[in-house]
């Protein structure tokens, strides 16, 4: 298995743009989780999908962002209008109900 | 949720047996200890999960005392590959999503 699949592996945009970050989960994995990290707040959980269901979404900082999961084996994180604030690399993990997280390689998104 | 309190950072060379201690006081009969390793560029990855006393794999130990308010990894012989930020999280099974800023490992030559 390939791995949780994040695209892009970075990502320039400018202030006011939309962004989309994309995952492709693990196989018959049945969680998806998005978490964004930056040197000051760490890793924060934004928000977690089970069966393409959005579960809690209590972490998303604010109606701009946006997270859908159409399938089983897609899912998108969009910020619009993006803001200088939101730089930092945006992790999307999977997993089986009851097992241990597998992570993406990450986006590094960076907002001018 | 059971809080945690790990050092921010630590410091080894090559060859050493680093121990990373996490406190954990109040945490619940049914949780877990559980940690990830987080290297450069990388999502973290899973390094090793106990309930009591101790576990071993073939990355690390981790040792968890009678009163389970504290647990400690160890990871014997580091190389300069083991420079990673070390999470520990504290749970019922692997159902905590919550990683902190976490312990960042140096080890140098």
């Known amino acids: 298995d390939a791995g949780v699949i994040q695209s892009p592996r970075h990502e320039v945009t400018e202030m006011g743009q939309e962004v989309t970050l994309r995952c492709k989960p693990i196989?018959?994995?049945?969680?998806l989780f998005w978490y964004r990290q930056t040197m000051m707040r760490g890793l924060e959980l934004l928000i977690y999908?089970?069966?393409?269901?959005?579960?809690?979404d209590s972490g998303m900082p604010e109606d701009r962002f946006s997270a859908k999961m159409p399938n089983a084996s897609f899912s998108t994180l969009k910020i619009q209008p993006s803001e200088p604030r939101d730089s930092a690399v945006y992790f999307c993990a999977s997993r089986v109900r009851g097992e241990k997280l597998f992570f993406g390689s990450g986006t590094q998104l960076s907002v001018l | 949720l059971a809080k945690t309190t790990q050092p921010i950072s630590m410091d080894s060379y090559e060859g050493q047996e680093v121990n990373i201690t996490c406190s954990h006081n109040n945490i619940a009969t049914n949780d877990y200890i559980t940690w990830y390793q987080q290297f450069p560029s990388q999502g973290p990855r899973f390094i090793i999960q106990?309930?009591?006393t101790k576990v071993t794999n073939e990355v690390a130990s981790l040792f968890i005392p009678a009163d389970r308010k504290s647990s400690t990894l160890s990871l014997p012989r580091v190389s300069l590959s083991d420079t990673a930020v070390y999470y520990c999280l504290v749970g019922t099974g692997y159902s905590t999503l919550t990683f902190g800023k976490g312990t960042m490992l140096l080890v140098s030559p």
């Open positions: 999908f089970n069966n393409n269901v959005p579960i809690d």
């Open positions: 196989s018959g994995h049945d969680y």
């Open positions: 106990g309930y009591k």
